[in-house]
Each structure stands twice: as structure tokens, then as C-alpha cells.
Nanobody
Framework: VDLMESGGGSVEAGGSLTLSCVASGFTFSIYDISWVRQAPGKGLEWVSS???????YYIDSVKGRFTISRDNAKNTLFLQMNSLKTEDTGMYYCARGSAAAGYSDWGQGTQVTVSS
């Protein structure tokens, strides 16, 4: 199993980034896939999930700003992040699973830095 994130970077507050996660080694389309972040000096925080049925779930702090999506044909997960805030700064991880069921596999992460 491999999950490879990309798309992180440094932006000013109000800017946008799109994260991608390419998965391999398992049947991507039948699993919940999530984005989880870790701010500097803090613990892991679930951000968003998309189950196989395509429904989307978000932590309250990103609702209306972030959009999660998946392309099962390309085994790829996306996170479109708009109106970024300094508090969105952190390492963003792609993970197989969900907050409710737990995570079985993780990517290496991609860094997002939002400056004021």
C-alpha cells in the first residue's frame, strides 16, 4: 500500500492550494479516504473524508472553504483549499480509513504553510 501526497506549499492568507494523493496497492474505490493534518506542536486533526459513495464530510473549521473529491479511475484523492487561514498551516496527510473506523495506512504528508 502506498499513498503519495503532493501540492503543498507556502501561500498568503486568503490564497488557495490543491492537494493530491495518489494511491496504489489496494482497491481505492471501495475505501473511505481521509485528509488529516497536524499543526506545529499539536496532535493529529481529522479534516475531511470521502467514502466510496462519494459523500463528503468536513471538520467545521474548513466547511465552505475546502472541497474533497476523489477520482476512482485514477486512484487519486484531492483537497481543494480556498480562503486559507494561518490556522490551516500544518502537515497534511492522506489516510486510508476514517475517523470513525480508524486509519490503516498513511502517506508521508505534504506541508502547507499559510502566512499572514
Amino acid at each position: 500500500v502506498d499513498l503519495m501526497e503532493s501540492g503543498g506549499g507556502s501561500v498568503e492568507a486568503g490564497g488557495s492550494l490543491t492537494l493530491s494523493c495518489v494511491a496504489s496497492g489496494f482497491t481505492f474505490s471501495i475505501y473511505d479516504i481521509s485528509w488529516v493534518r497536524q499543526a506545529p506542536g499539536k496532535g493529529l486533526e481529522w479534516v475531511s473524508s470521502v467514502p466510496p459513495d462519494g459523500g463528503t464530510y468536513y471538520i467545521d473549521s474548513v466547511k465552505g472553504r475546502f472541497t474533497i473529491s476523489r477520482d476512482n479511475a485514477k486512484n487519486t484523492l484531492f483537497l481543494q483549499m480556498n480562503s486559507l487561514k494561518t490556522e490551516d498551516t500544518g502537515m497534511y496527510y492522506c489516510a486510508r480509513g476514517s475517523a470513525a473506523a480508524g486509519y490503516s495506512d498513511w502517506g508521508q504528508g505534504t506541508q502547507v504553510t499559510v502566512s499572514s
